[in-house]
């Protein structure tokens, strides 16, 4: 596999459900990121890492956990969602998290809707 | 701090004809400009990006786009699109500082018809 992969590429939840969203790249790019996208607004950038540590959190509610175990893999952890929640979600990575000026390279997104 | 705006939601074009999807920018510092492309039920890819130098750039798939300083602009064009450029079009600022963030638009919406 090549670029950066998302699963589940749709998800429906209840607002009491727990589930996960995951992101892999395979690129060998040190940063990742999570945005969402909601229509007819700018991408909001939700949370980066860097190395492994989460170098920024946008101001995000707690029912948003991420969580990043390796360089590869980053993951968010949704419980107790808002139907306001229902977005689409995309992961992303750069080689570095300085490269803020270099290619972010994006997953296909996943698709939340929270009923 | 840096915004961006994309004045036009979305952009009817004929196969054919020639497109400019418009972008200005407000930043109080210096900064790189880039585009970026959604096609459908895909993520985003870069189009094309301004750092420094010549102020024309040329991207993918026969886009351009022109950094305007005065004018605090940078429009994507394209002489002549193609069906396969229905996509939505984001353009984004950053500030050339260590640790500014990737600012988006609200995205313009290109539909080639025939």
């Known amino acids: 596999e090549t670029g950066v992969t998302q699963t589940p590429r749709h998800l429906v939840m209840g607002m009491t459900n727990k589930k996960s969203l995951k992101c892999e790249q395979h690129?060998?790019?040190?940063?990742m990121y999570w945005y969402k996208q909601s229509a007819k607004k700018p991408l909001e950038l939700m949370f980066v890492y860097s190395l492994e540590e989460r170098v920024e959190n946008n101001s995000v509610p707690s029912r948003f956990s991420p969580e990043c175990p390796n360089s590869s893999h980053l993951f968010l952890h949704l419980h107790t969602l808002q139907p306001e929640d229902s977005a689409l979600y995309l992961c992303a990575s750069s080689q570095t998290r300085n490269t803020y000026a270099g290619e972010l390279f994006f997953g296909e997104g996943s698709r939340l809707t929270v009923l | 701090a840096q915004s961006v705006t994309q004045l036009d939601s979305q952009v009817p074009v004929f196969e054919e004809a020639p497109v400019e999807l418009r972008c200005n920018y407000s930043?109080?510092?210096?900064?790189?400009l880039f585009w970026y492309v959604q096609y459908p039920n895909q993520g985003l890819q870069l189009l094309l990006k301004y750092l420094s130098g010549s102020t024309l750039v040329k991207g993918i798939n026969g886009f351009e786009a022109e950094f305007n300083k005065s004018q605090t602009s940078f429009h994507l064009r394209k002489p002549s699109v193609h069906i396969s450029d229905t996509a939505e079009y984001f353009c984004?600022?950053?500030?050339?500082?260590?640790?500014?963030?990737?600012?988006f638009g609200t995205g313009t919406q290109l539909k080639v018809e025939l």
């Open positions: 984004a600022v950053r500030g050339t500082g260590g640790g500014n963030k990737l600012t």
């Open positions: 690129l060998g790019h040190n940063a």
């Open positions: 930043s109080s510092v210096s900064v790189y």
